[in-house]
């Protein structure tokens, strides 16, 4: 047999993919063996170590912007990579194609559809999907493959269910064989201390790292129960050396690591299963095979989703394992890091917190630990071969049943998308925030967190911190209140050439306004407090966006609190603006907030006979407000009244017909009987 | 009595029965008239107007009862025309009223002729594909997606560029469809070869669009084409005039009255449309009418080899297509603003209080100052 592996450039598509491949080697002696990759990924340093040859072809990630340049680049680079597959696929000749997803398996699958349609291949497909949400690549071959198999059953619903096998991960077999006593005596761990295994991968991770540290004073209360194992990884970047910045950080913390006996660090453990085996809680990120190895060892564990995973799969993975009850999530939020860019954190605190719950309550840890146990499939190495056996010999699996509709809706990754969807959630509760389940609005405020931190932050439309901060106001996240003050206060400028063209600061015009208008109109002048007040006080003065500055105008007109010098002097001040929308925005709000008609009448008077009629009008209307809240006295403008231009270069049409018909519509739908049975009574 | 076969060259309508009859009633002699090209405009233009007035009222209610209606988008601040009477597609209307009169007075064999029907066809089609998913889906933001839409026109630009440029099959004199003129200048100012093509498909693509997205308001669009057409009836004219072609030092382009002809033809279109379509209209172009003017004019412009001219004879067109341009392209999805409050410019009055139409108003006084300074570049230059 001829086998065809293909699937990279991240560990979790290649492990499992070698996984497979060594078991049939193990079964099949004289199989043939071609794994094809792209140069310079993961996949060119590990495949040929294992005993594997390489081929590599052209393959580039899907863009995730829509700049057409993007887009003609990624086109054709796959094209050649699936020429490029095209020949590997007709001189190989494999009778099986096992592809484990991402976009360097793209040129192959594509390749393989085409020459099948052609009739120039005969092979079959085994697509691999190891994640609760399936990869872009993997949503797109489904139909293509003879079989998928599935690491999360939920996973099935993306694909066609006669053609699906829950197939599990598979998991190296020194997990399989843990014991806790001998993990334990390696580690040199008394056997009645709570154990927490801390660690963000083989690279580590720079968010799991920080909230520790930050943790371990807390933690510290709880030294003589716990002893914390730290794996800090190996990752050895110009902006984050794993080792380093832990070092220094635990000095800034003021911990000694050498006379305590709670906190063990280490780079990188060779022999991962013996922390397994000790630990009786598990801090990781939310990657399939952490969460394999963590299930199988049956212990609870806090999930710290990476949040730039593709399509977020790991928060997916991460909340379907906590809908079953084996494991707590904490997700990632949005903060300014130090290099003055939005990144993520984790907060001590909540981790600690979190981490102390589980020392408090031991019958909690052995209930989760329990549930975790159940969800991996401990032999789903040897299913997955079966099934690529079984596809060669013509065998289906049994057909997959799945309860319709989904327990937990799978929300959209498009962040236009989402946030139609949050907002339709939201209209079903009426924007009663509480009404939300809590696991949910902590999923949702994180999805603000994800897009407020995302990279992707001018990207075109208007990019997805746009959506973060819409996010903000909607699900009323007063915990980023900050993060988007500083949004709208940051005056970095943008690049030369497009504050040549008109643009301002690195937070574009849009974004600001939709902080305003979105974000801090929703959380509220209440809620925010004086810095809120402050900011919209300084937006109002000094942006230079008019947009912010109307949309300001109108907060303050809105919540401002009557009689409040300060709010009545800035809107007083923006009557001078040389936008016209800001202008009457700020009338408007002086209709509701001005208290000082000494001041305020001559201001309106100046308005009067303008050219613009919408200041008259806004004017009129203001005045009308101001007579009402007892702020001005009829006679103080009853010679004004004629005073007043009234002609308008405006008019609002009436359509007698059109009005007619409304009065008819509505009239018809209140006589409307569900069997018209008043028309038949009246015939009776 | 046979049928006298018309003289090759000469199969119109009109023509055809004009010379039989001529030929055979003394009495009827004058109508020699339908070889005269002021005439032969004249009546299309009359013709095109007097068939969308006779027949536009059928047209309207045959439209709207097979469900062809304006969904117009609702936005959030400023009131839209549309929530008034709901309103019909009536571009057929145009486009069978065009057709229809060329058929009757153009001379069917002409390049020109034959170039301009196919622009007609090719863009009305287009744009009904795209008013026909609007209805269908319901949403005026459901039609034909703007690459497909994109790549129809570059199609036909393509076409049309390679059909125009080369020798052989240009229906220019030799040598002349390649050179570029530009208004204020007598001679061309340069021979862009090969090069013609991308710059009539570029043409093409900016007019049909340009019209296109003028379309907003009743009346808006309609007016500012038909000054548009009736300068570059001027021009056509001139160009095919041996004599007067000489005079204004124009390159003589045989044939080119067809061209004249046509455009007499769309004014009289456009009229009779405005019969319906002024404020508050009882029908609307939709795509099929925006589009088939647009691609229309955006091949005579080419034809006549005055492409610059456009920009001051459709300076609405133009301005509307570049604040879409600077809102979308250049403000939103690069720089992260807005430059106007609303997009195209005419929304952009509407936000700021303008009355619909005192815009539509002000934008055929400006269209009309525009077509008259157009008209004034016959001799300065």
């Excluded at chain 1, 052609?118 to 993997?138: I, K, M, T």
């Excluded at chain 1, 690591?257 to 453990?269: I, N, V």
């Excluded at chain 2, 597609?89 to 145009?94: A, E, I, K, Q, R």
């Excluded at chain 2, 000489?246 to 067809?258: D, Q, R």
Aim: glycine share 10%; hydrophobic share 45%; charged share 20%.
């Amino acid at each position: 047999m001829k086998y065809l592996f293909t699937g990279g450039a991240s560990g979790g598509h290649i492990y499992p993919a070698l996984a497979v491949a060594d078991e049939i080697r193990r079964r099949e002696p004289d199989a043939e063996f071609l794994y094809v990759g792209v140069a310079g990924r993961l996949e060119e340093r590990v495949v040929p170590g294992r005993g594997y040859k390489l081929q590599l072809v052209r393959s580039r990630p899907y863009p995730r912007s829509s700049s057409p340049w993007a887009l003609t680049r990624f086109a054709l680079t796959l094209s050649i990579g699936v020429l490029q597959a095209m020949v590997v696929l007709l001189r190989f000749r494999p009778q099986l194609i096992f592809g484990t997803g991402g976009f360097v398996s793209a040129p192959i699958l594509f390749a393989c559809g085409i020459l099948k349609r052609v009739g120039l291949c005969r092979v079959e497909v085994f697509a691999y999907e190891p994640n609760a949400h399936p990869g872009l690549l993997n949503q797109a071959v489904g139909r293509l493959a003879s079989r998928i198999g599935v690491g999360f059953e939920e996973a099935g619903r993306w694909f066609d269910m006669k053609r699906v096998a829950v197939v599990g991960f598979p998991v190296r077999r020194e997990v399989l064989q843990l014991d806790r006593s001998t993990g334990r005596r390696q580690l040199e761990i008394p056997a009645d201390r709570f154990v927490v295994f801390v660690f963000g991968g083989s690279q580590g991770s720079r968010v799991i790292n920080r909230a520790l540290v930050e943790a371990l004073p807390i933690l510290m209360s709880h030294s003589e129960q716990i002893v914390v194992l730290h794996a800090t990884g190996r990752t050895q970047t110009a902006d984050y050396d794993a080792v380093l910045d832990t070092e220094r950080r635990l000095e800034e913390a003021g911990i000694d690591e050498s006379s305590t006996d709670w906190y063990q660090r280490c780079e990188y453990l060779e022999q991962i299963e013996h922390a397994y085996a000790a630990a009786d809680l598990v801090v990781c990120r939310g990657g399939m095979s952490t969460l394999t190895e963590v299930g199988v060892s049956a212990i609870p564990s806090i999930i710290i989703p990476l949040s730039t995973s593709a399509e977020d799969h790991q928060a997916i993975n991460a909340r379907e394992i906590e809908r079953r009850g084996a494991a707590s999530v904490l997700y990632e939020e949005a903060c300014w890091m130090e290099s003055g860019e939005v990144g993520t954190r984790v907060s001590g605190r909540r981790l600690a917190d979190a981490i102390v719950e589980y020392v408090n309550d031991p019958e909690k840890a052995k209930a989760v630990g329990a549930a975790a146990g159940v969800i991996p499939r401990r032999d789903s190495l040897e299913c997955i071969v079966d099934e690529l056996q079984g596809l060669v010999q013509g065998r289906r699996p049994a057909p997959l049943k799945l309860e319709f509709p989904s327990p937990q809706t799978n929300l959209p990754t498009d962040p236009n998308r989402f946030l139609r969807h949050v907002r339709d959630r939201l209209d079903q509760v009426d924007h009663r925030i509480e009404a939300l389940p809590d696991h949910d609005l902590a999923y949702l405020r994180y999805q603000a967190d994800r897009h407020l931190a995302s990279s992707a932050w001018y990207e075109i439309p208007l990019g997805r911190r746009n959506v973060g901060v819409k996010l903000v106001g909607w699900l009323r996240y007063t915990d980023r209140l900050d993060l988007v003050l500083e949004i709208l206060r940051n005056r970095r400028s943008a690049g030369l050439v497009k504050r040549w063209v008109g643009g301002d600061f690195i937070h574009p015009g849009i974004l600001r306004r939709n902080a305003v208008e979105y974000a801090l109109a929703r959380i509220g002048l209440a809620e925010g407090g004086a810095p809120l007040r402050q900011a919209l006080l300084e937006a109002l003065k000094t942006d230079p966006y008019f947009e912010v500055r109307r949309a300001t105008a109108v907060v303050l007109g809105e919540q401002g609190v009557a009689g409040d010098q300060d709010v009545e002097g800035a809107l007083m001040d923006a009557l001078g603006d040389d936008a016209p929308s800001v202008v009457t925005a700020a009338i408007a709000a002086l209709g509701h907030v001005g208290c000082d008609g000494e001041r305020l009448l001559p201001r309106l008077r100046a308005f009067y006979v303008h050219d613009d009629w919408q200041y008259r009008q806004q004017t009129v209307i203001a005045l009308d407000r101001l007579l009402q809240r007892h702020i001005i006295d009829g006679a103080d403008i009853v010679d004004d009244l004629d005073v007043i231009l009234s002609t308008s270069p405006n008019f609002e049409p009436a359509f007698p017909l059109k009005r007619s018909l409304d009065e008819l519509a509505t009239r018809v739908r209140t006589h409307m009987t569900p069997d018209g049975s008043s028309r038949a009574g009246a015939g009776g | 009595m046979a049928l006298v076969a018309p003289a090759q060259g000469d199969r119109r309508l009109l023509y055809y029965l004009g010379t039989y009859l001529q030929d055979h009633i003394a009495a009827l002699s004058f109508l020699r008239l339908l070889d005269s090209i002021s005439f032969r405009a004249l009546g299309g233009a009359i013709t095109a107007m007097l068939f969308t007035i006779t027949f536009g009222g059928r047209i309207i209610l045959a439209l709207y009862s097979s469900g062809r209606r304006d969904k117009s988008r609702s936005y959030d601040h400023f009131p839209v025309t549309g929530k008034g009477a709901t309103k019909t597609y009536g571009g057929p209307l145009v486009v069978a009223s065009i057709v229809t009169s060329v058929l009757l007075w153009g001379k069917l064999h002409n390049p020109f002729t034959l170039i301009c029907l196919f622009a007609v066809f090719w863009f009305a089609g287009l744009g009904y594909i795209d008013d026909h998913l609007k209805v269908r889906h319901g949403a005026s933001d459901h039609g034909l997606s703007e690459t497909a839409k994109l790549a129809l026109q570059l199609l036909y630009g393509v076409g049309f560029g390679l059909f125009f440029v080369v020798e052989g099959w240009s229906p220019m004199p030799p040598g002349l469809a390649t050179q570029l003129f530009v208004p204020f200048f007598k001679t061309p100012i340069i021979d862009l070869g090969w090069g013609y093509v991308p710059f009539i498909v570029f043409t093409v693509i900016a007019i049909s669009n340009s019209v296109n997205i003028a379309d907003g308001i009743d009346g808006l669009a309609i007016v500012p084409v038909a000054f548009a057409v009736a300068v570059y009836a001027v021009f056509a004219y001139v160009s095919s005039h041996a004599r007067i072609s000489e005079f204004l030092i124009f390159p003589f382009v045989p044939g080119a009255e067809e061209v004249a002809i046509i455009c007499s033809i769309v004014f009289g279109a456009c009229l009779g449309f405005l019969w319906f379509n002024s404020y508050p209209a009882n029908v609307i172009m939709g795509d099929t009418g925006s589009m088939a003017l647009g691609g229309l004019v955006g091949t005579i412009v080419v034809l006549v080899k005055q492409e610059f001219l456009f920009i001051i004879v459709g300076g609405i067109f133009v301005t509307e297509a570049l604040s879409v341009v600077i809102q979308e392209k250049v403000g939103i999805k690069w720089l992260g603003r807005r430059f106007f409050l609303s997009a195209p410019i005419h929304h952009h009055f509407q936000s700021r209080g303008l009355a619909d139409t005192k815009i539509v108003i002000r934008f055929w006084i400006v269209a009309g100052i525009l077509a008259l300074a157009g008209l004034a570049t016959l001799k300065i230059r």
